[in-house]
């Protein structure tokens, strides 16, 4: 913007609205509005989260942009923020494979049972349309009562349901038109035809090997956002580097995040 007064570019680097006559930067609105960090950190660590299939770490961002832990864990967390879904995303149609999964540390006491039971690991719902989109959350249990309400939100009810053998999934398809379909794990049945969830399974594993790989360790507390970015992967694996940072950076508009929103 021109200084009305001296005729050159404004030192602050402030635009002024047509329609408002505001004052406003390129940070307003955004993830990023009133930071202290500098743009460009800003821009590669935008391109580092949307190009990374497994993720990035605060500590490699740290490292990178000669910043402190502190910076960096600000910069991963508002842009995980940006990925996250804003509620306007259509349900999931055609074949749809469900699955749950539990995300965490080593079973605290090994042998008391199958499925998580008896550790201390988060259980995680996820829904994948073939060829489409996937949506996981954190869940309390995976009780019948959860995992459905579950797939009732983010599935179509024209969709049909693929799921494994668990009981929690028994007379869901009913409500859906396609109907609900099972292969049996334990009696090592992965696929009968088109009757699968490799393609769920598969999505489970790459969220697993970043935690591995690439975190190490994050807490229940704080999972839903590392799943807003995988998820965000998955949705966008289809455009190349260069669009889905670009698609990353548009995400954050209108995602102001507040201080006491990042330490929730």
């Known amino acids: 913007m021109v200084d009305a007064k001296t005729g050159e570019r404004n030192s602050r680097y402030l635009w002024r609205c047509r329609g408002c006559k505001q004052q406003y930067t390129v940070r307003i609105g955004t993830v990023y509005e009133e930071s202290r960090i500098e743009l460009r950190h800003w821009c590669y660590t935008f391109w580092r989260a949307a190009t990374s299939k497994k993720g990035v770490s605060a500590l490699e961002i740290k490292r990178h942009c000669q910043i402190s832990y502190k910076s960096a864990l600000f910069l991963m967390t508002r842009i ?6 804003d509620g306007s995303e259509p349900q999931l149609t055609g074949t749809v494979e469900c699955d749950e999964t539990y995300v965490g540390g080593k079973p605290r006491h090994p042998g008391t049972g199958k499925r998580g039971r008896g550790t201390s690991k988060t259980p995680v719902f996820a829904a994948v349309q073939r060829q489409g989109d996937i949506r996981r959350r954190v869940v309390a249990d995976v ?3 959860t995992l459905k309400q579950a797939i009732r939100e983010e599935v179509a009810g024209s969709a049909r349901i ?3 053998e668990l009981h929690a999934y028994k007379g869901i398809g009913s409500e859906f038109a396609g109907g609900h379909e099972t292969v049996s794990h334990s009696a090592k049945e992965y696929a009968r035809g088109d009757v699968h969830t490799n393609t ?3 999505s ?3 969220l697993k090997r970043s935690i591995i790989g690439i975190y190490h360790n994050v807490s229940s507390e704080y999972l839903h956002r590392y799943i807003w ?3 965000f992967l998955w949705n966008a694996r289809k455009l190349n580097d ?3 940072t670009v698609l990353a950076i548009k995400s954050a508009e209108g995602k102001r995040m507040m ?3 990042a330490a929730a």
């Not at 995980?80 to 879904?85: D, E, H, N, S, T």
């Open 162 to 164: 693929m799921t494994d």
């Open 259 to 261: 201080y006491r929103q």
């Open 242 to 244: 260069g669009e889905r």
């Open 143 to 145: 009780t019948g009562a």
């Open 200 to 202: 769920v399974e598969s």
């Open 229 to 231: 970015q995988a998820d």
């Open 80 to 85: 995980r923020f940006a990925m996250a879904p």
């Open 204 to 206: 489970h594993a790459l």
